[in-house]
């Protein structure tokens, strides 16, 4: 943390306590979060801040959407989808896209005009990447060159609100990952293109999650991400180290937050006329959690140096991934435990991070996959 870094992060703790926080439950309640808080966010430089100023963006680094990860952490918060927004796909624009690609989306994406998501996961094809069945076929129409895409994707955050999307296709079926490719998509207006249900999830209610189905939509060739087609996996695999950094950054200020609260809990509890606190066992429990969430902060900083100068290999943000995202499931079930029976009551915070948390072993990659990452490098 830098003196810079410590006064955005305040900025960003402050907008979340007076513009996300108070209204998490009602966003939980409806299953998405309110369009104009995007905008909000853009005029408080939430968004895109690790995209160049030249391009709209708050001109930071990587760090500073590790703070806005780590705070959303904090405040218990998931409803806003910026780590999907800005943390991967403004990336994959500003590695990948053409310049003027990043001229015409990534000021709108700052701003939050635009709201952008990542196509990846099928009803068939979660971790498998190489085997998704969205197809993009080439043709000629009378507005030039397009591609006739079909299919649909499903666990899409972001997808109910989502005006730019990020679709994993294969462009050569016959040519396994190298027939996959990377194709923006603007969906207002757009013929052939719908949005499904949002999705019933167990926790994270308040961070729109949907279905997207693409019926014969057309699109221009040049929404391609990459010079040429068949880069789509090698894009996504360079990619998925930092966006597993991102999950394991909230993981490490989740199980952070977990173990404050329980230790605010159990000073205030009583049992057999002593406080929970004064219980031995209470104390070692705890004790093994902050030594636990200690060593995980202290691997992610040791990443997020990596990351940042650029030498932070696949394996490593695997391993990060998967370590951080189990413990925080093991360190909040803990403390789930010392509240007793008002854990289990979800007008306790530690019953929102119980439910919140358990995606984390699935999504940014299975932690299975994770570890199979890990395996290959033995």
Not at 209 to 215: G, S
Not at 261 to 276: D, N, S, W
């Amino acid at each position: 943390m830098t003196e810079d870094l410590e006064m955005f992060q305040d900025t960003v703790r402050r907008f979340i306590e007076r513009e996300l926080a108070p209204n998490e439950a009602r966003w939980a309640a409806q299953g998405y979060i309110d369009r104009e808080v995007w905008r909000r966010a853009g005029q408080a430089g939430l968004l895109c801040a690790s995209i160049p100023e030249e391009y709209g963006g708050g001109g930071g680094n990587f760090a500073h959407e590790a703070v806005i990860t780590r705070e959303m952490a904090r405040a218990i918060f998931t409803s806003l989808g910026n780590n999907v927004h800005s943390g991967i796909v403004a990336h994959y624009l500003l590695n990948y896209g053409t310049e003027a690609q990043k001229k015409k989306w990534l000021p709108q994406m700052a701003s939050g005009e635009m709201v952008a998501a990542i196509a990846m996961s099928e009803p068939g094809a979660g971790s498998d990447l190489k085997s998704v069945r969205t197809r993009a076929v080439r043709e000629k129409t009378a507005n030039g060159d397009c591609y006739r895409i079909n299919g649909a994707k499903t666990f899409i955050t972001n997808g109910y609100h989502a005006d730019l999307v990020c679709l994993v296709a294969k462009t050569d079926p016959e040519a396994g990952s190298r027939g996959v490719s990377l194709i923006m998509i603007e969906t207002r207006d757009l013929e052939g293109f719908r949005r499904g249900r949002i999705l019933e999830k167990i926790g994270q209610k308040g961070q729109d999650t949907a279905e997207l189905f693409f019926d014969d939509v057309l699109v221009p060739c040049e929404n391609l991400l990459g010079e040429q087609e068949g880069q789509g996996f090698y894009q996504l695999m360079q990619q998925l180290p930092q966006e597993r950094m991102i999950i394991a950054l909230g993981a490490t200020a989740s199980m952070q937050r977990a173990i404050e609260l329980t230790t605010e809990y159990v000073r205030e509890r009583k049992v057999f006329g002593q406080a929970l606190a004064d219980l031995q066992n209470t104390r070692f429990r705890l004790a093994e959690c902050k030594t636990e969430a200690t060593i995980a902060a202290t691997f992610v900083d040791d990443c997020m140096m990596r990351l940042m100068a650029g030498t932070l290999d696949a394996a490593t943000a695997a391993m990060a991934k998967w370590w951080c995202t189990q413990k925080n499931c093991e360190i909040i079930d803990e403390c789930l435990q010392l509240h007793g029976g008002y854990g289990y009551m979800l007008e306790y915070p530690i019953a929102r991070m119980y439910a919140n948390a358990r995606v984390g072993k699935i999504y940014g990659g299975s932690n299975e996959i994770m570890k199979e990452l890990v395996a290959r490098t033995l």
